[in-house]
């Protein structure tokens, strides 16, 4: 069943980084566009927080421009989404999503990941 994971969540304290891979199985990755999203309690999902395109091209929410950096290694079937400097606002559970291109519409998407938990705080 294809299917994409999220790995690399965690508690980091403000300032700090963490690195997300999104890895797919069973779907070949170099087809699709990936996006990653978000959902912090008490709120709406917000995303695509970015978007990494079938050719390596970076689309950025203005949310996340120049603190966060997503990149892709087709080979590994993963995407990852580096985020520095980190702040309690970008607490939230991470979700990538595949769809068949670029877009920054939700629905677009077709494979969803179970999302990995990610807690700023001191």
């Known amino acids: 069943q294809a299917q994409v994971v999220e790995f690399g969540g965690g508690l980091v304290q403000p300032g700090g980084s963490l690195r997300l891979s999104c890895v797919a199985s069973q779907l070949f990755l170099d087809y699709y566009a990936v996006g990653w999203f978000r959902?912090?309690?008490?709120?709406?999902?917000?995303?695509?927080?970015?978007?990494?395109?079938?050719?390596?091209?970076?689309?950025?929410?203005?949310?996340?421009?120049?603190?966060?950096?997503?990149?892709?290694?087709?080979?590994?079937?993963?995407?990852?989404?580096?985020?520095?400097?980190?702040?309690?606002?970008?607490?939230?559970?991470?979700?990538?999503?595949?769809?068949?291109?670029v877009t920054w519409v939700p629905r677009d998407y077709i494979y969803w990941g179970p999302g990995t938990q990610v807690t700023v705080s001191s």
């Open 39 to 101: 959902h912090a309690p008490g709120k709406e999902r917000e995303g695509p927080l970015s978007i990494s395109s079938q050719d390596g091209t970076a689309y950025y929410a203005d949310s996340v421009k120049g603190r966060f950096t997503i990149s892709r290694d087709d080979a590994k079937r993963t995407v990852y989404l580096q985020m520095d400097d980190l702040k309690s606002s970008d607490t939230a559970v991470y979700y990538c999503a595949a769809a068949a291109d």
